[in-house]
Nanobody, 116 residues
Framework: QVQLVESGGGLVQPGGSLRLSCAASGSRFSSYAMGWYRQAPGKQRELVAIISSGGNAHYADSARGRFTISRDNANNTMYLQMNSLKPEDTAVYYC??????????WGKGTLVTVAS
C-alpha cells in the first residue's frame, strides 16, 4: 500500500525559506512522476511543481524561480525547497505520486504559514 508522508511545514516570515520532504513507501517510485500541490483556505488545490521519473521538473508560474523540486529515488523521497516565501504561499502542501498505470496517491499534507 502506497503511503506518502509530508514534513517540513511550519511558520516562516516573508522572505524566509522552508524545505518540504515527502517520504514514500509501499512501492518502487523511481518510475513514478511525483509532485507538490497546495491548497490555500477557500481555494482549490493547485499544482506547485512536478518532477518526472527522469528528473525533468515543471513549475507553476507562482513557484518558478523561487522553488526547487527534487527527488532521491534511492530513498523514495521528494523535496521542495522554497525560498523567498510570500504570504500568498500560505497553504497546505500535498505530496502526490502518479504511477505508470495512471494511479494517483496523496499524502495528508503539511501546513506552511508565511506571516510576520
Amino acid at each position: 500500500q502506497v503511503q506518502l508522508v509530508e514534513s517540513g511545514g511550519g511558520l516562516v516570515q516573508p522572505g524566509g525559506s522552508l524545505r518540504l520532504s515527502c517520504a514514500a513507501s509501499g512501492s518502487r517510485f523511481s518510475s513514478y512522476a511525483m509532485g507538490w500541490y497546495r491548497q490555500a483556505p477557500g481555494k482549490q488545490r493547485e499544482l506547485v511543481a512536478i518532477i518526472s521519473s527522469g528528473g525533468n521538473a515543471h513549475y507553476a508560474d507562482s513557484a518558478r524561480g523561487r522553488f526547487t523540486i527534487s527527488r532521491d529515488n534511492a530513498n523514495n523521497t521528494m523535496y521542495l525547497q522554497m525560498n523567498s516565501l510570500k504570504p500568498e504561499d500560505t497553504a497546505v502542501y500535498y505530496c502526490n505520486v502518479h504511477s505508470p498505470m495512471g494511479m494517483d496517491y496523496w499524502g495528508k499534507g503539511t501546513l506552511v504559514t508565511v506571516a510576520s
